[in-house]
């Protein structure tokens, strides 16, 4: 598995990653990789393991076997500075989790500015350049508790742009938002992807997964069960498990499908 | 018979009025007002306590409690990191303290500290530095629960965004944890320091030259010379103004932050 790190070209490559919590084994055998440049989409079931194996990709979850390695720095490594591969590594959570006791400016200058090591004007040109990339020039000084959740997403993606980092992880950016407000930051997502950012996306979202992703991932109890293209794995699925788990996001029983 | 539930209550109010106004006409009547007002107010032993009951009871009350409070806060954080340290011999050491000093007298803290020390080391305590000490070994075991509480109360994903953009468990400590606990905690902390503001009348009990009385033995003092309870209310009127504003700000504080319930009995208030 350690000749995974002397892969070149590949942003992250996961090799029989293995995650248990307690007797309960959450991820059951991960293969994957993701080239450089890549927008890939991982969907499934909720209680899948999809947020597991995504908190796997910076070390939030520690794997209990396998290995990662990302932009060829084997993070499984347990003499690796893991605090300094994260910075290469940007998170966007469900829940937003802006700092809430900064204001805007403050959340995207602060990891710089601890971390990083940058002076405070570069700091703060780096925030603001990245505040207009997701569209909220000028809410610098806002509170996150003002903004709509919406907003509070794309500071929390502009936050994780100001690290300048090679990979970005997205664990169902849209779900904690308002239907109306969804469009936005799927928006700046899809920018980020023509951008050339390499991505990997948790999503429900089946037409962003379609249209922005180059490659899908089904997930089901801990496995990867189909992965392919995007407009095969959802337009065209092998599976009987992935057809049935299309199905019943692309037809809810409510009234209006998904946009 | 039959009475509506908004009549009787009036009925109720009706009464409850009456029968204070018959007890305020009684002790109106009976009593000897001028007796009463020299006992307990009278103006010429009230004037004689200005202005050194500001400048020096005030003063000293004043300067003992904050430097308790900010001594106890800085042990009390101390304390709470170990409460939560992932090393098993600093979360008991931790606890015995608190457990220890939560379940003993001011008083006995304040002696020990105040005549312990000197008596043990064979030093001379500065009265200062004495009071600063024991009032800090008393707040900080409750503040320590309190922070710790406050702590635990901050979100995960708090901890885990900051932790993603390569935030050390420290850095994220200091930068992230514990300004969020601290807003989280300030009422709490605001009635610690109300209760400590109370507790520094003990420091009548270390012995002081006349410049270091706090309010309470400046009082005493003034009360043995005049004979008339006047020092006491005037002394106690001087608590009320650093404890009622206070509380006054303990209370917006938690409206403020949503009145969010911390699981320390010991160092809130009961709410009636
Ligand atoms: N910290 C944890 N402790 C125990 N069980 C967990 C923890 N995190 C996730 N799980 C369990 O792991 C399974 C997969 O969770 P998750 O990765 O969040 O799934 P998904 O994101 O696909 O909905 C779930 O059954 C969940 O209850
Ligand atoms: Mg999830």
Redesign the interface.
Known sequence: MSTAAETPGLAVDIAGLHKSFGPVEVLRGIDMQVKRGEVVCIIGPSGSGKSTLLRCV?L?EEPTAGSVVVNEVELTDPDVDI?????K???V?Q?F?????LNVLNNIT??QI???KRGKAEAERTALANLERVGLTGRGTAMPSELSGGQQQRV?IA??LS?NPDVMLFDEPTSALDPELVGDVLAVMRRLADEGMTMLVVTHEMQFAREVADRVLFMDGGVIVEEGLSEEVIGDPQEERTRAFLSRVLNPVHVNGPD | MAMSKRKRARVVRGVQYGILVAVILVVALTANWTKIRTTFFDLEVAGDMFPEVITVGLFNTVVYTALGFGFGLGLALVLALMRLSVVRVNRWIAGIYIEFFRGLPALLVILAVGTGIPLAFGTFLDKYVALMIALGIVASAYMAETLRAGIQAV?R??V?????????PG?TMV??VI??AF?IILPPLTNELILLTKDSSLALFLGASVSEYELTQFGRVALNESRSLTPVLVAGICYLIITIPLSYLSRYLERRTGGRKLGTPESTEVKA
Do not use: C, W, Y
Not at chain 1, 83 to 87: G, I, K, Q, S
Not at chain 2, 160 to 168: H, P, Q, W
């Open positions: 910076n939030l605090d300094a591969a994260r910075t590594i940007g998170m959570f829940s989790n802006l700092f809430s006791h602060v990891a601890k971390v990083l929390a936050r994780a690290m | 979100p994903g708090q885990e965004a900051a932790r993603s953009l390569g935030m050390s850095r930068t992230i300004p969020q807003k």
